[in-house]
């Protein structure tokens, strides 16, 4: 936890949702500040969504260094922050609360995140066809981050065909719905459903049909809990490019403490506390 014991001097920074008693975002956090010698520390506050607006007075009246927003709140506090970017206005909910002098900021770094963790792999997505599984947060911060980089076609594909729909119409003219039939052309498909995390319904289980992939495809699942998932496996199996949800969960995180520090994040330190925790 950070360079020694918390003192008067440390500057707290936290995440904030419910349940976060389990979350990586602390060991990923303090991995970070302790990596960059900073007098930081991360910690985990269990608030629910009838209490946003109280969190964000919080943050202002303790002077918190920044936190990281899960859910439920990931809506709820861009209501009360003074500065919203791009991203979260477009997608409406937000994951990073920091301070631009006595400002208090919101940013969706999951679009970024997921663009960066792309780019460790040598994968663009500009001209791309690109297939999206979901439409919930995480799958439209792909749609939108998907289209800022000039894919050429975002398809959609969730069981409730009105979220779909909403999904598809962040990526503007390149988004569309479409069923799991898009697969065959598509060049990178990415899973942004919970099918195949630990703890659902869905554990153990591929959101695609084991030959619905094909050699040369880039196939990135989200789920990091478990990181070699049935998906992944198959993805191998057939020759794709298969990418884990890990770098995401990094460059997120990485993202964030960039904003809260004007530092540049130690990245290998963060991902090497991503694939040593629990
Ligand atoms: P969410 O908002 O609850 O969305 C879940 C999505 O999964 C919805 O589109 C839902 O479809 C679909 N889904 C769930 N169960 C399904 C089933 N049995 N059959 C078909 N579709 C199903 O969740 P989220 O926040 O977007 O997170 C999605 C996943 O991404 C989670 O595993 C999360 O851990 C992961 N994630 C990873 C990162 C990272 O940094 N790697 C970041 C964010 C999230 P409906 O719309 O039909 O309900």
Not at 155 to 169: F, I
Not at 247 to 267: D, S
Request: glycine share 10%.
């Amino acid at each position: 936890m950070g360079p020694g014991a918390p003192q008067g001097t440390t500057t707290v920074a936290a995440v904030l949702g419910a349940p976060v008693r389990h979350s990586m975002s602390p060991a990923l956090c303090n991995a970070a500040f302790d990596a960059a010698g900073l007098d930081w520390v991360y910690v985990a506050f269990e608030v629910d969504e009838s209490h946003a607006a109280a969190a964000v007075a919080a943050v202002r009246t303790l002077q918190l260094g920044g936190a990281s927003v899960t859910m439920p709140l990931k809506a709820a506090v861009v209501d009360h922050v003074d500065r919203a970017d791009d991203d979260v206005r477009a997608l409406g909910a937000a994951n990073c609360l920091w301070w631009d002098g006595d400002v208090l900021c919101a940013s969706s770094t999951d679009g970024p995140g997921f663009v960066a963790s792309l780019r460790d792999h040598d994968v663009s997505l500009a001209g791309r066809r690109v297939v999206v599984l979901g439409a919930g947060g995480a799958a439209r911060a792909v749609v939108r981050a998907s289209a800022l980089e000039g894919a050429a076609d975002v398809a959609v594909v969730n069981r409730t065909a009105t979220r779909a729909e909403e999904a598809a119409s962040l990526a503007g003219a390149a988004g569309r719905v479409a069923g799991i039939e898009a697969i065959a052309d598509a060049e990178v498909v990415v899973n942004a459903t919970s099918i195949g995390m630990d703890g659902t319904g869905g554990a153990g289980t591929s959101p695609l049909p084991s030959r619905a992939l094909r050699d040369g495809q880039v196939v990135v699942d989200l789920v990091y809990h478990p990181l070699a998932t049935p998906l992944l496996r198959d993805a191998a199996a057939v020759g794709a490019t298969a990418i884990d949800g890990i770098g995401m969960l990094v460059h997120q995180a990485a993202l964030a403490f960039e904003h809260w520090t004007g530092e540049p994040a130690p990245i290998d330190a963060m991902h090497a506390a991503a694939r040593r925790a629990p």
